[in-house]
């Protein structure tokens, strides 16, 4: 069995989500840094970034192949939910004040 991944760029390093795929093993970056995600339209961007990212990792099948179109349908979906607890903290922290240490 391979993997694709969609690497979200969440933080200052990338996250890496290994999901179960159709073909060879795959990596995505998804970028985030130009968004201000406290924005509800931003935030939509990331979900389609995602989602980009997620449809470019499992591919595209003939239109003629059910069994791969349902395949990859399937690939699109594990990834998208293998990014959402990422993607949830990532928002859940935009717009809260950074932590400091104080001596």
């Known amino acids: 069995m391979t993997s ?10 990338c996250l890496v989500v290994p999901i179960s795929a159709h073909a060879q093993d795959t990596t995505v970056a998804v970028r985030h840094t130009d968004l201000d995600l406290a924005v509800p339209s931003d935030v939509s961007r990331l979900d389609r970034r ?7 990792a499992c591919g595209t099948p003939s239109t003629s192949d059910l069994v ?6 399937e690939c699109v ?9 990422q993607r949830d903290q990532l928002v859940a922290r935009s717009g809260q004040p950074m ?5």
């Open 77 to 85: 979906n594990a990834s998208i939910l293998a990014t959402r607890r």
């Open 4 to 13: 694709h991944t969609i690497v979200a760029a969440f933080a200052a390093c």
């Open 99 to 103: 932590p400091i240490a104080v001596r």
């Open 50 to 56: 995602i989602m980009r990212a997620a449809t470019e």
């Open 68 to 73: 791969g179109m349902n395949h990859i349908g």
